[in-house]
């Protein structure tokens, strides 16, 4: 049986033709972006330009966007220097959140640099925002909130604009890990109130290793990274040249496709969810999946059996890719913190089905077949 991947938010392949935009800085244009001759001047260029036509996309300023490792970097930096630059002495955050929040935040609260509260979640996943309201009202320190977009557990989407007045509201800065959602989503920065948001290429059919960080013009951080000139001062070290020349063009694809794609893929889902209830006695489906959710993310309980309790493995032994929490944690054996924070039971299975453009409803024919066999 040839190999099923349903795992597209630990991350997508490679677009081929955004590996032909970085071929040429793999080859031949390979100058160092900070050398003064013409070679070294095309690599800066190429770098700029990815800049511009980022920023395009985004509606942000190219002044705003800063290349990164990825969204771990780009969440890592956001929160240590709101703490460190912009005195945010008590952190907000939710307790389903990536780990690149979550061991970041308590990293600081730990280290004594700043108090931090979990806002409550509502029984459906979502952030309570009254909650939130509440825990920034009676904080008596500045605040940094930081709660994601979209979770890449269970799809489930924040109200960004919601939140974000919030935040003004009190004079908080808002963070928000938006790395399931770049490249997913049309963004439009300059009319959305957030401080910090994040992204990473391998989710959207660009390369690993390269991510973004916006920072609103209207914030001043320190340096990152010390050592260098590059990224205006902001992160020393010589650049990702085909890195963020991929990041660029796979951005570019990404927003050029939005409308047929993300429906595409919205129907994939949804035709999943019909024929898990049809063929699968007892399932389940974790989050919002068919209100305020992510297109691509669809988080299935199966009742816990003998037979389930090796699902993953057995899905992997039928050439079927899928994950049962984010894939950042699948080697351990302790669980999805976020399953865990939403839905506790122990009778249940979760697995994470997550699709891209180059899945097909054949491949959920396949996988609802196999299932109906190891459940």
Known sequence: ???????????????????????????????????????????????????????KLLHAHPAEIFFTSGGTESSNTAIGSAVRDLNCRHIITSPIEHHATLHTVEHLYHAGEAALSYVKLLPNGHVDLEDLERILASSEEKCLVTLMHANNEIGNILDLHAVGNLCKMYSAIFHS????????????????????????????????????????????????????SQERNMRAGTENLYGIVGFARALEMAMDNFEQESAYIQELKFYMMEQLKKHVKGVGFNGDPVGRSLYTVLSVSFPKTEKSELLLFNLDINNICASGGSACTSGAEQGSHVIRAINNNPNQVTVRFSFSKNNTKEEIDQVVDRLKDLI
């Open 1 to 55: 049986m040839q190999r099923i991947y349903l795992d597209n938010a630990a991350t997508t392949s490679l677009d081929p033709n955004v590996l032909d935009a970085m071929m040429p800085y793999l080859t031949e244009k390979f100058g160092n972006p900070s050398s003064i001759y013409s070679y070294g001047r095309e690599s800066r260029l190429a770098v700029e330009n990815a800049r511009k036509s980022v920023a």
């Open 177 to 228: 890990d938006t790395v399931q959602t770049v490249g997913h989503y049309p963004f439009d920065l300059r009319n959305t109130p957030v401080h910090f948001i994040t992204g990473a290429g391998h989710k959207f059919h660009g390369p690993k290793g390269v991510g973004l960080l916006y920072v609103n013009e209207n914030v001043k951080i320190k340096p990152f990274i010390h050592g260098g």
